[in-house]
């Protein structure tokens, strides 16, 4: 039996390794997807919109709050993945102001929209929360808040665990 022995370079790179080690499959928590500058995670529990963006706050994120056409493309893509046919909590609510429609964390009015036609349409005085509507193929829709869905939380991308060293 010989014995074996690992040239300079090899342990430069070994050593480089133990020092740095590649970080690239950590940028989301486990559990979660990234896209653009977030981390996103689809619930499969049941929620009211209140405790669903309770849920998200324990884990350091809000419910996602949706920005562009891109955005939104990616969230009903990974729904249809990750619980097809299931209805999902965002964000939004017009609860100081019927009609306003805001992102609960921020307190921006959207910039963005993706509503079904006639919608919102406040049904009973009292639907002041944003969800994804599954038979609407995911079409935005106002709703009780005490509703039960799923819901998606989305928090800051970390880039600083994804730096390329070296």
């Known amino acids: 039996m010989g014995t074996t ?10 050593l ?4 740095f080690p ?8 486990l559990g979660w997807h ?4 977030s981390c996103y995670f ?7 919109w209140l405790n669903a963006e309770f849920s998200c706050r324990a884990h ?8 562009s056409k891109e955005q939104s493309t990616f969230l009903v893509n990974m729904c249809r993945t990750e619980g097809p046919g299931i ?7 017009d609860d100081v102001v019927e009609g306003r429609w805001m992102w609960a964390q921020t307190d921006q009015v959207f910039n963005f ?23 609407w193929k995911l079409k935005w829709n106002d709703v009780t808040c005490a509703g039960l869905y799923r819901f998606i939380c989305e928090k800051e991308y970390n880039s600083e665990t994804s730096a390329i060293v070296g």
């Open 5 to 14: 022995f690992l040239n300079p370079i090899s342990v430069l790179n070994l």
């Open 16 to 19: 480089f390794l133990l020092t």
């Open 22 to 29: 590649d970080k690239g499959s950590t940028e989301c928590p």
């Open 34 to 37: 990234h896209f653009g500058s």
């Open 42 to 48: 689809f619930s499969h529990e049941l929620f009211t």
């Open 60 to 67: 350091n994120a809000r419910l996602a709050e949706v920005q």
């Open 87 to 93: 209805s999902y909590w965002l964000g939004g609510r």
């Open 113 to 135: 929209t993706d509503w079904y036609p006639n919608v919102p349409d406040n049904i009973g005085r009292n639907e002041n929360c944003l969800h994804m509507y599954a038979p």
